[in-house]
């Protein structure tokens, strides 16, 4: 069982940068792809961007594609999320989750573990 905690959520301008991040525990970190996804009032959870397990491949969703940047430290057990030029639309409630090797994980259905989000509100 893996117990995740997000921190780095706040309210922003628009054009302002924030960092997420993810601390993991009670679980092999380093087995585990990880992904952050968002859920705005009225709408789904949606991924926001995703990294495999080595980090030799990321995935994003295209409204974030060169604005944010996934990493994570395996050393640390620790994902990180750096956004940047935050648009009033990003505003959600940002979740990190874990994916089990093996399986999907670039689909909210591939993830098996949560935090509990952290808010972030970007004002125009």
């Known amino acids: 069982q893996v117990q995740l905690v997000e921190s780095g959520g706040g309210l922003v301008q628009a054009g302002d940068s924030l960092r997420l991040s993810c601390a993991a525990s009670?679980?092999?970190?380093?087995?585990?792809?990880m992904g952050w996804f968002r859920q705005a009032p009225g709408k789904e959870r949606e991924i926001v961007a995703a990294?495999?397990?080595?980090?030799?491949?990321?995935y994003y969703v295209d409204s974030v594609k060169g604005r944010f940047t996934i990493s994570r430290d395996n050393a640390q057990n620790t994902v990180s999320l750096q956004m940047n030029s935050l648009k009033p639309e990003d505003t959600a409630v940002y979740y990190c989750?874990?994916?089990?090797?093996?399986?999907?994980?670039?689909?909210?259905?591939?993830?098996?573990?949560w935090g509990q989000g952290t808010q972030v509100t970007v004002s125009s």
């Open positions: 989750a874990a994916a089990r090797l093996g399986r999907s994980w670039t689909r909210n259905s591939g993830y098996d573990y």
């Open positions: 009670g679980g092999t970190f380093s087995s585990y792809a």
């Open positions: 990294i495999r397990w080595n980090a030799d491949s990321t």
